[in-house]
């Protein structure tokens, strides 16, 4: 899936690590979503958990874009800024449709993050606050990949690499995505991520 990207920030982002690790987990969760394809209770529990987080994204990004907005004056010129290399297009690899109802979100922040490059060369925003509204945007992308990653590592704990086939067998025991994390996240040695895990996922 093509991403037009027009802000210095998801350009930044886009050409570090994160992308990688980003693609990475999507393709995990689609995998999922293909091999469920005639596993109705498995692929619910899967979805459902999807549409929760897909509104806990949205959520955070339309609270970002309220905060972004009310900075702009009436006599603030939006400015047509031209990135270095021009309009840069990326490629974010999914395997599955329904994915891409993520994805229009990255656009979104990209959206906003042009926004904020726009408050900052008007001069209505101080350098700080624009690395500060960076991190905050950046916020439900990262939230969203480190969440897919750590749920689905779930099925490396038996030693190994992960496998979806693991996976699928460990969510086949639980009635559904929300019992699986709380079942999965307990103990102390969950204790570095698994309050955001679950705080993410609904579970607290």
């Avoid at 990207?5 to 350009?11: A, D, G, H, I, R």
């Avoid at 109705?40 to 987080?53: A, F, G, R, S």
């Avoid at 922040?109 to 960076?134: H, I, K, N, P, T």
């Avoid at 969203?144 to 690499?161: C, D, K, L, P, Q």
Wanted: charged share 25%.
């Amino acid at each position: 899936m093509e991403l037009n990207t027009k802000s210095t920030m998801l350009n930044r982002h886009i050409n570090s690590a994160n992308h990688k690790k980003a693609n990475t987990a999507f393709m995990r969760v689609g995998t999922l979503l293909v091999m469920t394809a005639n596993d109705p209770v498995n692929q619910k529990k899967i979805t459902d958990w999807l549409d929760y987080l897909l509104k806990q994204m949205t959520d955070n990004i339309n609270s970002d874009q309220e905060s972004i907005r009310v900075l702009w004056t009436g006599s603030a010129p939006k400015l047509d800024i031209v990135p270095v290399a021009g309009e840069a297009k990326h490629y974010f690899y999914i395997n599955h449709p329904r994915l891409r109802l993520f994805i229009n979100q990255f656009n979104r922040v990209d959206g906003l993050a042009y926004e904020v490059d726009q408050l900052w060369f008007a001069g209505l925003m101080s350098d700080e606050r624009r690395e500060m509204s960076y991190k905050k945007l950046l916020y439900p992308m990262n939230a969203i990949t480190e969440h897919f990653n750590y749920v689905t590592n779930i099925s490396r704990r038996s030693g190994g690499t992960y496998t979806p086939e693991e996976f699928l067998k460990l969510l086949s025991e639980q009635e559904s995505m929300r019992t699986f994390i709380m079942h999965h996240f307990e103990g102390p040695e969950h204790v570095k991520y698994a309050g955001t895990v679950k705080k993410f996922a609904g579970c607290e």
